[in-house]
DNA sequence: CTGAAAGCGCTTACAG
DNA sequence: CTGAAAGCGCTTACAG
């Protein structure tokens, strides 16, 4: 009888702690504690428990567990967009540390799209997760006020948060940028475009303050060429812009504009550094195999990444303590497309 | 004293369905019915009910729900590393395809490391979701045996399982690997080097196998240097690899191969394709600006993903019917790098 | 060192 | 159309 029901259990469903109590011929408290690894138990009853556990192949079921209310041990990670190199690596990182911490990632990305985000947020911020890591995708964050009620930890990555206040990790996006277009102009050039699109980022936004000020106070002319949206604008924008505005260089904005505008550049058949020198925000992989090898602002996205998840974890184990808001340092990565030859390389 | 509960409680925790019940001034059974969105409710009582649900600002408990053996409405989707943009597009093409159909994703990269999947399998098959989406990263996977039982399905990606009954979408990886071959024979090549990591793996080891028999078919010797491990080789391996094969050809089996082969090649001054011509498998977006731009072998990663997703929803809604196994075509893009000259570019 | 009871926030039959 | 009861699988006080 009890055979049968023993199989029927194993068959229909997963074991519970009830079953493993049964096998082990204990109260499920104590199978609780062996679970939790809870002192006081003795020795022969943790193994009896053990084997019972073994042999149903028995795994808490977390929901339960998250029901009263026990930590999960796992953090949401939200990037905009998983196929943007800078927030694949990112999230490289962030895993790793969250190993190293013992804890998982639930990573998501919003598209860039802030109701996709709040969605997000919403699912994760309900219980399921410890602690969340939010690249967020619009200045529009009140939403999260809400939220953030409920008492879990949050830290901004990449982008402060405008209405919320929170930890925060962010780039110097200003003085990357600044460096950048101040070594343009060191190369003699005049005419430097500045292109790209989510304008009206945060980020974004810091890195065209910084092209403009370096072109000003180089007594040079401003060129900005920004779209506003968070979609790239199509190739023949791009050809358009640069036919109009006949740049000797360019400062583009991210990785994403970088590509295309090297595309854009090849098609036209204009020559680099010869004819317009380019500079990019966003140091990736491939830019050291491109024609030419490309000049751009590294970000330190490791350090981003790692950073955060300590930030995080460092709330969620000890409540209080003021918000902290770090910036990192971009590093100015020289190759040929800015004009400097090939040996200067790093 | 009924405003002090209602202010304490709004204060301390989230809203539950009985708070939402008694400002309602109904039966919490009302309150999950409306949720729910069952029929049998009448307006006006629907209509209470989600006034007293927006002042508290009320959101389901996700635990208790799935504790109730309700669908969690997310699947999982496991593959080895985001930072590879093979699988961050992989990622973006399964995100958009499941929320097209109402589902959310919860993503998570194994790193190759047969632990981390099974820790991350067990978490998301712990009832946390109705399916996953795995790029298995060994072909020791009996350890999904159990885990399936509990009738959580399962779909393969990229990568079929070896032990395991499941749905599978692969990649026509030999012909792919053939065609590529056959392409740099056609171009006269002689001396074709094979290069990778992973040779273990079971996509990789059908692209040997292509390159093995165009190879053979031609007539010609059989150059691989292959690693095992999961890690890409050091570069000096590389380059010494090179010096010793000195091919005229080389045929890589990953993006991540193709790049680091390009930089050894231009770090040795050789000529692409004037001293040696390459083609990779896997074909990215910075190839086409890269010095030459590449030839590649392109993978229907965006088909890929989306398909998986809707094979796996459809056995999550449908139990029953077969297993299928799906094997997609490849296409050869012809670009620079093998030899064709830029005019027959696609 | 160990366990019976109550409860976490929902939902599924069952009644009305 | 609506609700009181029981239960999902755990854990947190409370006893012993």
């Given at each position: ?84 190199p800078f ?89 990357g940028s600044r460096s950048a277009v101040d070594h343009l102009i060191a190369h003699g050039r005049k005419k430097i475009l500045c292109l790209g ?10 890195r065209?303050?910084?092209y403009?000020?370096a ?23 791009l050809?358009?812009?640069l036919?109009?505005?006949k740049p000797d260089a360019i400062f583009t904005l991210n990785n994403v504009s970088t590509l295309h505008v090297l595309e854009a550049l090849q098609e036209l058949n204009i020559g680099v550094p010869s004819d317009v020198a380019v500079i990019g925000f966003d140091d990736v992989e491939a830019w050291r195999v491109t024609h030419p090898p490309l000049t751009a602002v590294r970000q ?30 971009t590093r100015l990565i020289l190759r040929a497309s800015c004009g400097c030859s090939m040996e200067q390389n790093q």
């Amino acid at each position: 009888m009890m055979e049968i029901m023993n199989a029927e259990a194993l068959k229909r469903k997963r074991a519970t702690i009830g079953d493993v109590a049964r096998v082990a011929g204990v109260g499920t408290m104590t199978v609780s504690r062996v679970i939790n690894n809870h002192p006081h138990v003795s020795d022969s009853v943790t193994k009896r428990v053990q084997t019972a556990i073994r042999k149903l192949n028995y795994k808490p079921n977390p929901a339960a567990q998250m029901l009263n209310g026990r930590p999960s041990a796992t953090i949401g990670l939200i990037v905009p967009d998983l196929a943007d190199p800078f927030f694949a690596t990112l999230t490289h990182a962030v895993q790793q540390t969250a190993r190293e911490h013992k804890y998982q990632v639930w990573i998501a990305a919003s598209d860039s799209n802030i109701s996709i985000e709040k969605t997000v947020v919403d699912l994760m911020m309900a219980r399921a997760v410890d602690g969340i890591l939010l690249v967020s995708s619009s200045p529009d964050d009140q939403y999260l006020k809400v939220n953030l009620s409920s008492g879990i930890p949050m830290v901004a990555i990449d982008r402060a948060l405008e209405t919320i206040q929170a930890d925060s990790i962010e780039v110097e996006n200003y003085q990357g940028s600044r460096s950048a277009v101040d070594h343009l102009i060191a190369h003699g050039r005049k005419k430097i475009l500045c292109l790209g699109y989510n304008g009206k980022q945060s980020t974004i936004a810091q890195r065209i303050k910084g092209y403009r000020d370096a072109v000003k106070t180089a007594g040079l002319g401003t060129l900005v060429d920004v779209a506003e949206g968070a979609d790239p604008p199509a190739i023949q924008n791009l050809r358009s812009a640069l036919r109009k505005h006949k740049p000797d260089a360019i400062f583009t904005l991210n990785n994403v504009s970088t590509l295309h505008v090297l595309e854009a550049l090849q098609e036209l058949n204009i020559g680099v550094p010869s004819d317009v020198a380019v500079i990019g925000f966003d140091d990736v992989e491939a830019w050291r195999v491109t024609h030419p090898p490309l000049t751009a602002v590294r970000q330190p996205v490791r350090e981003m990444g790692s950073l955060a998840v300590k930030i995080l974890l460092d709330r969620v184990n000890n409540a209080g303590s003021s918000f902290t808001r770090t910036t990192l340092p971009t590093r100015l990565i020289l190759r040929a497309s800015c004009g400097c030859s090939m040996e200067q390389n790093q």
